[in-house]
């Protein structure tokens, strides 16, 4: 992603109104808000929306189950997502609403202009509608012919009178944009997903609706008044209506977007309606889809009902935003889903901030101070660190195109590199002992080449961590703003002569205790079930305080040995596999496993495993499922625990 054009824009998903903002929705905007900042740093144009949701059938039950109108409760909910962007200091330039009047109509600019083109055309629709996703399947994507492949919900058939878009009819230029431009699909893993999918043949999309009225009308000049449209139709047009589309036109010189940013799980609306909508309307692409992963807590996914949300705004508040900024941006590899636990923050904050970065900058205060009375001069660096500079220099030149890719986690692995040869500098430079043999200007070398890391540090950082980076670099006597980036970073200047300033610490140290957030309670308490779990597991000795269970309670769990006979994927589950497995009785046992991470139904079809016969059935996306297979799981992975002989299906284990 190479920034060609001097007018950027940004943009995040705009946020359902049916829940309150949570990490993940934080997560977006933050990667946004850090590239929209890196953006304007280097001087260009940027403008940056995120907005809300507001329409559709899920939000009008929402509202109804709290005895409100739709539009109070979107009034509501829109506010909470404002109020915490405002609180984290997200520098978006239009926060966007969908029941906006100028966005509606846009938006029923955009459907008259695809009507008159012949893109939308009036029909009947059948078809399997999920409610909680809005989306309609086909009777082959429905999981055991009911129920949803997204969500594992009930879902209805609905038959309605309904416009269709020609969306078939832009397979081939869709496929044709992918082939084109490798990068519009980010990461590049992702855009073979997306054009596997187009390949396999579009439908026309059903884009308005009967059953319910929350929602945008049809353009008067259509005069069809009981059908609102499809709620995604609605939303993705945000992107251009923010922009003026189909009203003044005032800012549509920012499209294309340079980049939409999303979570995978909307990447099929974001790489193939709206493309394909755009087309239709006679507009450019945008340059970048990027579809970021997953965050899940304790490896399951986050949900009200299970209590596991975590509130991005009790962990800014107590551990800090801009080190939760830092984290959410270092720990997981654009695109992949990643873990959220306080233990994995709090090690971040203590080590990449605390110690790298931290202590550098203390050391640089101190022996400044105590050498120099503060006061810097960086013309021996050339003599005394070329090479350490050159490397610095180096690494830094190449490390703007990975934020261009969304990869914050190596841009920060890169600058922190830098640190590393800075702290090295240090401990052979030893400007202690180049002091006491008198050589004064080789230590004043190594601690102006240090302050000079630690600059271009500030301002490579910045985006990430904007208040923090301003204190570092007033430690060193700068401001961090376009100017001092052309300087330190596109032109590889250095701080001549400067006076350094003793700060308090930017990062101290996190102790756990003093963290009580309910979060950290939480966190804490399933810690201990799952020590006393583990602990229980490893049968210690009754005075280590562990309970021993006795024969009889082991042989409570009955455990036999099954032959498995047919083996195959939960369509759309990434982790489930579906046994039939032999236990010697009338019928095999269906079995839902999670083990497809591991192994293949090939892999297990005819083979023996040992199954836990005893449990209470249960619903697993919508199947039952009829015991539960042995398995051991370490760093390596996962592996199933099976007789070393073959036995009769149904032999006693124990
Ligand atoms: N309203 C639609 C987007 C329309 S854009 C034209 C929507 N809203 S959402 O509120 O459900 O989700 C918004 C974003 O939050 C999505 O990008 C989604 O991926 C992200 N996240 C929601 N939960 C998430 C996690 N647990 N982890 C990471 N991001 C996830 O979809």
Redesign the pocket.
Known sequence: MSDTCKKVYIT?????VN?VP????A??TIIADTLARYSRMAGMDVFFLTGT?EHGQKIEQAAKARGKSPQEYADEISDRFKQLWDEFEISYDKFIRTTDADHMKGVQKAFEVMYNNGDIYKDVYRGHYCVSCETFFTETQLVDDEFCPECGRSTTIVEEESYFFRLSKYQDKLLEWYESHPESILPKSKRNEVINFVKNGLDDLSITRTSFDWGVKLPESINDPKHVMYV?LD??M??VTALGYGDDEARMDYWPAKVHL?????LR??AIYWPAFLMSLGLELPQHVAA?????RNGE??SKSKGNVVNPKEIADAYGLENFRYFMLREVPFGQDGDFSQRALIDRINSDLGNDLGNLLNRIIGMSGKYFDFNVKSDGIKTYHADELAEVNAILANVEEYLYEIQTNRYLEELWKTLRIANKAIDTGMPWTKMKEGKEDEAMATIALVANILAKVAVLLHPFMPKTTQKLAKALGFEVNHESYVKLIKNNELLETFTIEKIPPLFPRIEEQLLETPAVKEEKKEEKKIKKQEAKKENKSEESGVNLITIDQFFQTQLKVGTVIEAEEVPKSKKLLKLQVDLGEEKPRQIIAGIKEWYSPEDLKNTQVCVVANLKPAKLMGMVSEGMLLAAKDDEGLCLIRPEKPRKPGSAIG
């Open positions: 995040t998903p705009i946020y359902y829940d949570h990490i993940g929705h997560y977006t949701d995604w939303a993705l945000n992107y999303i979570g995978k799980d909307i609306f974001h970021h992963g997953w965050w899940t996914k986050m």
